[in-house]
Structures are given as C-alpha cells and as structure tokens.
C-alpha cells in the first residue's frame, strides 16, 4: 500500500485538501484487486473519476436525490438535478466496461489476472446456462460497485478521521505514543500490530461509530414472506436498516454524539468489542469488504501517523466535524490541513 503521495504536502508546511489524494490512494488497493494493477497518481482518467466518484457520493446525499428516491417513478420523466447522478455513474459504468474490453481482448483462461478475468472465465464456464447470472452487464455493475464502494467508504472514513483528531489533540498524541511504543520509527506497520494497539484500535472504532457513514445502510430485500414482531414483511419489500439508531444507540455508547475512544476500552485499557457497533450492517448480508476496509483503517492511520503529526488550519476547538451533507452517507466537511514531520 503507497502512501508516499501524501508526503510531498508536508514538506514544509503546507496546507492542502486531503480529499482526492486519499481518494487515489484508498483507490488503488481496490484496483490492484479488479483490475490487476494500480494507476499513477497524475493518470488524467484516473482523476477525473475520483472526482465524477467523488461528486456522485455527495449527489446521493443531496436533498433533491432523497426527493428523488421517494417519487422516482414520477420524476423520472422530468429533467433536473437528480439526473446527474445517473450521468456520473455512466460515466463510471464506460470507464469499466473499457477496462473489461481490454481484458477480454488479452484473456488467458488459465491464468486470471485480476477480478475481471475470474468473472470472464466463469461466463465462458457457464455460457450454454441461459439462468446464468455470469453476463457483461453483471460483470460491468459488480466490478463497479467494488471500485466504488472500496474508494469512497473507506477514504471518507479516513478524512472525518483527520479531522477528529486535529479536533482532539490529545487523542493524537496518544495514538502517537502508542505507535512509538509498538512500531517504533525503524520499520513500517503491519496489521498484527493491531493486537497489541488497543488504543489506536479504539480511536479508529469510534470514528467509524460517529462518523456513521451510511446511516439507513443499503437497501436488502425480503425474499420470502416474513413474520418478525408481529407484523408480515412481503415478499420482495425494500428494508433499511438504520444503523445510525444502533450506532448512536445511548444505552450502548455513553454520550453517543460526541467522540469518546474510551466507548471500546475496558477499565485496563484494553480494548472491548461492542455488539452495537455495526458500521459494516450484520447478519448473512454483512458488508463484503469488511476485512479489507478493517486493514486499510488501520494501516492508513498507523503509517501517516507514525511520521507526521495532523495540524489544523485553525484552532482545534473551532473544528466542526458535522458532515457537509447527510442523506444516503454522511459527506464528510471539506477542510485543508498540514501534516507537520514528528
């Protein structure tokens, strides 16, 4: 995992948006992953989908998209600014499709590169099936929703984090205490260091909790007639389950709206899992790149931390972490910083 695109920005001093240099590097762990290799940082095509990504994310979230949501088979027939969210993920689903293209192009049915070719030999395994779920339009919307949802959940976690913690000095000194402790400054991290860093591991779990990034979570469907409580759920009926009303939940997390690592810790110190603290959902339909999203957090913020101390522009009690936008996902602020070298 690169993270040298950061250190150009922090010598010396220099304020700068975070937003789409951890976009490009969050990106790149899930490109490595679909399409077999990462893109350069200056890659024009690559940039402009961070931010066609980036844009879509807080479209989502606008008023006009939840308007949009409720009366979709009406206002579908009408132009105005809930069309540009389907404009952006065309463009998103083309910039796939090229990719696919090319695979299909220089396939191997013996040696996959990447998530592409695996689907592509599945199709050509399954293609006298005509149930067959393994078709291009499936490949194209799956590998989307990977690049999107592995880029856009886990760098936007990482900016509220950022935030939080030039919000709370004393937090981020802690976590630097605690990497100097564990790590040191003589070799890099890696995730079985997590075991032994309850602290950091706190601070990261309840940036997750109050940062509550998807609050309602995606839409699941009942696909059978459900008896739950009482009531019947029909066949076929959208559920939202709220996770901000688990997340936020005062019985589980003491003054759940405001930031408290201590929620995860144990009178000792060490840290304590909580059942409430569901950021990925729960049950069979539980979040696909949870352990992935689990690495990266920790990885992400034990590296950049390890060497560089978070300042803000100005002072720490002015910072506002309130997302920019609260609707499909809590949009994190738009903010400029420094890192200053420990």
């Known amino acids: ?27 790149n762990v899930i490109c490595s992953i679909v399409f077999g290799n990462r893109f350069d940082y200056e890659d024009k095509e690559f940039q402009a989908m961070m931010e066609i990504m980036n844009n879509s994310f807080r479209e989502m979230s606008t008023a006009w998209a939840q308007f949009y949501d409720i009366y979709a088979s009406f206002l579908k027939y009408f132009p105005g ?4 969210i389907y404009d952006m ?33 599945q199709m050509e395994k399954e293609k006298g099936n005509p149930t067959s779920e393994f078709n291009i339009k499936n490949l194209e919307l799956t590998a989307l929703n990977l690049f999107f949802a592995g880029t856009e959940t886990v760098s936007s ?36 260091d997590r075991n032994q860093m309850p602290y950091t591991d706190a601070v990261i ?59 995860f810790l144990d009178e000792h110190g060490r840290f304590k899992k909580n059942d409430a603290f569901v950021p990925f959902s729960s049950g069979k339909r539980i979040c696909l790149g949870e352990a992935l999203a689990r690495m990266e957090l920790f990885l992400f913020f034990t590296t950049i931390l390890q060497s560089f101390r978070l300042k803000p522009l100005g002072l720490p009690e002015d910072i506002d972490p309130s997302p920019l936008e609260s609707g499909f996902a809590n949009i994190a602020p738009m903010y400029q910083m420094c890192m200053v070298r420990r």
Do not use: W
């Open 205 to 263: 779990h309840e940036v997750q909790r109050l940062s509550d990034l998807i609050p309602m979570d995606v839409p699941h469907m009942v696909t059978r007639d459900t008896e739950f409580r009482g009531y019947i759920i029909p066949k076929g009926t959208e559920v939202y389950p709220v996770l901000s009303t688990v997340l936020k939940d005062p019985t589980k997390f003491q003054n759940p709206r405001k930031f408290n690592p201590g929620n």
């Open 1 to 27: 995992m690169c993270l040298c695109v950061l250190l150009p920005c922090s010598l010396p001093e220099k304020l700068f948006d975070p937003t789409y240099i951890l976009s490009r590097a969050v990106s």
């Open 89 to 121: 993920l065309e463009d998103m689903r083309l910039f796939i499709a090229g990719k696919v293209k090319k695979n299909q192009e220089t396939l191997d049915l013996n040696s996959p590169r990447d998530f592409i070719d695996c689907f592509l030999i």
């Open 81 to 84: 600014p809930h069309t540009k």
């Open 157 to 192: 976690t990482l900016r509220f984090g950022f935030l939080l913690l030039m919000k709370y000095p004393q937090v981020q000194a802690k976590m630097h205490e605690e990497i100097d402790q564990v790590i040191g400054q003589n070799r890099a991290p890696n995730i079985e």
